[in-house]
């Protein structure tokens, strides 16, 4: 090869390293302790006030007799201070609330990856109570709809660079952490993806920062750290959580707890990144079922972390109780009364972690939080950002009280699902308009669409105003719509054209309750169904 060959090769070489070394996965990086460390090597009052108040954590912890008392749930209300300095930076409202359903997801035990947990520590799996609510109060009772906007001259900034929590210095002013979470979003340096504060941090920097590109799993993000685990993890800092390894620098405890302090979490000598396969042994844990990899308080990728064990989420629950009680009685979570028009959707009932067929019936809750009736509710929703579906909702919410329904059946596909649901309308908050899911079909699941045939849902309907119809035919049709009493008299008839897959309503206001048939007679198609109509 002449030298000057061999130099061209050289020199693509080079190239495609240069072009492909930025597509190569960073590993997470949390400087939680690193900022602990920095803190109090030169402050060893302030490390001593730490080693107190985890102290009194753990008193409490052994004080706890019984594992059967009845823990009730404890909302934590959520402001989100977003720092950007450019216009991508500045996150949208959907990320937003898109990172506080994964961590209701996380801390409830109903997120996609909860059952991929190796069925040897399936029995850890754990509702931790906590719940987490974008802040409806500012702290001095005004409306908030639980975010910050704030353009900052910083380009990006270090885990140890306390501008992030001043107004005059290009960050934003903590709100009370005696009444809110706060979580500021910004770009870091030196890949760090976040950082929390431990109980007992001062005041003006107590809460969590986290990356913009990490925060939530949709919009602005970049994988493997694009499904919202940054958050779930720095969280489990703030409630007082270690790494699951201990951060003791590889050293091995005969008694687990004296490494990440939790007891039914094994030994672990270090991190671990990636997705490891299972069982995944080290120098701690030698033999199967070896590391706990797919803990929230590892590193591994977002996808393949999973849960927190029963333990983990008793110390969280007491961290609650002994050292931010406060934020039990935050006003922040309440809603205010003088709002005349605000709905939200409170909450996706189905699905969630595992939906049994392909085709499924969506099921959500909405809120009324206002002061005026609402009916005629434009509803949208989407199966992995697809074509939307549309569904109006013709029920009246009263003031202040919710309404389950159920939206037309949708499709998912095998594998991992993002279940995202919008209401079109305008309100005072516009945050909560929007609600994400994250569910599984297995291999298993029942590939149940059918292309022949109608649906009618609910059925029986019970205290509803409207019954829902999706057609399953193959072919655009012309039809009659028609709508009996039990005896066969004509109540409604309706002709219009009808396409595969068309969802519709019928309202049944003013009729009695009873038997009826529904019936379609299209110029292919020709089927009937019953249901039964029972208002309240």
């Given amino acids: 090869m002449s030298f000057r060959l061999?130099?061209?090769?050289?020199?693509?070489?080079?190239?495609?390293?240069?072009?492909?070394?930025?597509?190569?996965?960073?590993?997470?990086?949390?400087?939680?302790?690193?900022?602990?460390?920095?803190?109090?090597?030169?402050?060893?009052?302030?490390?001593?006030?730490y080693q107190e108040i985890d102290s009194l954590i753990q008193q409490s912890l052994n004080s706890q007799k019984s594992t059967s008392i009845v823990t009730p749930v404890l909302i934590i209300p959520v402001i989100v201070h977003v720092l950007y300095h450019n216009i991508a930076e500045n996150i949208s409202n959907e990320q937003i609330k898109s990172q506080i359903d994964v961590l209701n997801e996380d801390y409830t035990a109903i997120n996609s990856t909860i059952i991929d947990v190796p069925s040897v520590w399936q029995n850890l799996i754990n509702d931790s109570k906590i719940r987490f609510q974008l802040a409806k109060q500012d702290p001095l009772g005004n409306f908030s709809d639980g975010i910050t906007r704030t353009l900052t001259s910083k380009v990006e900034f270090a885990y140890n660079d306390t501008s992030i929590f001043f107004d005059s210095a290009g960050g934003k002013n903590a709100w009370p952490d005696?009444?809110?979470?706060?979580?500021?979003?910004?770009?870091?340096?030196?890949?760090?993806?976040?950082?929390?504060?431990?109980?007992?941090?001062?005041?003006?920097?107590?809460?969590?920062?986290?990356?913009?590109?990490?925060?939530?799993?949709?919009?602005?993000?970049?994988?493997?750290?694009?499904?919202g685990r940054?958050?779930?993890?720095?969280?489990?800092?703030?409630?007082?959580?270690?790494?699951?390894?201990?951060?003791d620098n590889g050293a091995c405890n005969p008694d687990p707890a004296q490494g990440d302090g939790i007891a039914d979490t094994p030994d672990q000598g270090d991190s671990h990144f990636r997705c490891p396969g299972f069982p995944s042994l080290d120098n701690c844990s030698t033999v199967s079922p070896g590391v706990m990899y797919m803990n929230y308080m590892d590193y591994t990728d977002d996808k393949c972390m999973m849960f927190f064990t029963v333990d983990q989420t008793k110390k969280m629950y007491t961290t609650l109780d002994v050292a931010?009680?406060?934020?039990?009685?935050?006003n922040g979570k309440i809603s205010l009364n003088s709002i005349n028009k605000e709905l939200s959707i409170d909450s996706i009932l189905s699905p969630v972690t595992l939906a049994g067929n392909r085709c499924f019936i969506p099921i959500i809750r909405l809120a009324n939080e206002g002061n005026i009736p609402l009916s005629n509710i434009p509803v949208r929703y989407s199966i992995n950002s697809g074509i939307e579906k549309t569904y109006?909702?013709?029920?009246?919410?009263?003031?202040?009280?919710?309404?389950?329904?159920?939206?037309?059946?949708?499709?998912?596909?095998?594998?991992?699902?993002?279940?995202?649901?919008?209401?079109?309308?305008?309100?005072?908050?516009?945050?909560n308009n929007y609600a994400s899911s994250s569910f599984k079909l297995n291999s298993t699941s029942i590939a149940n669409c059918e292309n022949s045939g109608i649906e009618i849902f609910p059925n029986p309907l019970i205290g509803g105003?409207?019954?829902?119809?999706?057609?399953?035919?193959?072919?655009?049709?012309?039809?009659?719509?028609?709508?009996?009493?039990?005896?066969?008299?004509?109540?409604?008839?309706?002709?219009?054209?009808?396409?595969?897959?068309?969802?519709?309503?019928?309202?049944?206001?003013?009729?009695?309750?009873?038997?009826?048939?529904?019936?379609?007679?299209?110029?292919?198609?020709?089927?009937?169904?019953?249901?039964?109509?029972?208002?309240q």
């Fill in 178 to 227: 005696s009444s809110y979470l706060n979580i500021w979003v910004c770009s870091l340096k030196d890949n760090v993806l976040g950082f929390a504060a431990l109980p007992g941090t001062s005041p003006f920097r107590d809460g969590i920062v986290i990356i913009n590109s990490a925060f939530g799993r949709i919009g602005l993000l970049k994988k493997p750290y694009n499904l």
């Fill in 324 to 330: 931010r009680s406060s934020i039990k009685n935050s």
């Fill in 392 to 431: 109006t909702c013709l029920d009246t919410i009263a003031p202040h009280s919710n309404l389950t329904i159920q939206l037309p059946s949708i499709s998912g596909i095998f594998g991992e699902n993002l279940f995202e649901v919008r209401i079109a309308i305008t309100d005072s908050n516009s945050v």
């Fill in 6 to 49: 061999f130099l061209r090769v050289v020199c693509y070489s080079l190239l495609l390293q240069t072009i492909f070394l930025p597509l190569q996965a960073q590993n997470r990086k949390c400087e939680t302790i690193g900022l602990q460390k920095w803190m109090t090597d030169s402050n060893l009052k302030l490390k001593t006030h």
């Fill in 230 to 247: 940054t958050t779930t993890h720095e969280i489990g800092h703030w409630l007082s959580m270690r790494h699951i390894w201990g951060d």
């Fill in 465 to 535: 105003n409207s019954i829902n119809v999706k057609t399953k035919f193959s072919e655009s049709q012309k039809s009659s719509l028609r709508l009996f009493n039990s005896v066969g008299q004509l109540i409604f008839e309706k002709v219009q054209n009808i396409n595969p897959g068309d969802t519709f309503t019928i309202s049944l206001i003013g009729m009695s309750a009873g038997v009826y048939i529904f019936q379609f007679d299209g110029n292919v198609n020709t089927e009937s169904v019953k249901f039964i109509y029972l208002p």
